[in-house]
């Protein structure tokens, strides 16, 4: 079995540069259209994500400023202070500053990235 995460973005195209410098993402496809059916997909980790341009007539919504989503996505980095600090010099909102959480045992911060998608970044203690 397999997992594929699809994300509404405003600009898949503009998104696959975006994740690739904030996430170190490796972008294995992207289309170059000049419709709402742009698509890119990435890799973070061992997980593919479809990163699809917003088609109102598809029902692709993609979030909008001030709002959340119902899903986070939850990613695990080995530091979490320079992925934070990436995030943030990129223009991602803080949610949630790092935190620490020994009964997980974890560090985690929340953020929501350009394209309103909320990112929850953990480190597990060593």
Not at 62 to 83: C, F, H, Q, R
């Amino acid at each position: 079995m397999k997992l594929e995460v699809n994300m509404v973005v405003s600009n898949a195209r503009e998104a696959a540069d975006y994740y690739s410098n904030l996430f170190n993402a490796t972008i294995l496809s992207k289309t170059d259209e000049t419709s709402e059916m742009n698509e890119t997909r990435m890799k973070l980790g061992n997980t593919e994500i479809r990163v699809l341009n917003e088609n109102k007539d598809y029902g692709l919504i993609a979030p909008s400023e001030g709002s959340t989503s119902s899903m986070w996505l939850n990613l695990y980095v080995k530091d979490i202070e320079s992925s934070f600090n990436n995030a943030v010099s990129q223009g991602c909102k803080v949610i949630s500053p790092i935190n620490d959480f020994p009964e997980i045992p974890a560090r985690n911060a929340v953020i929501s990235d350009k394209f309103n998608h909320v990112w929850v970044i953990n480190q597990k203690y060593d």
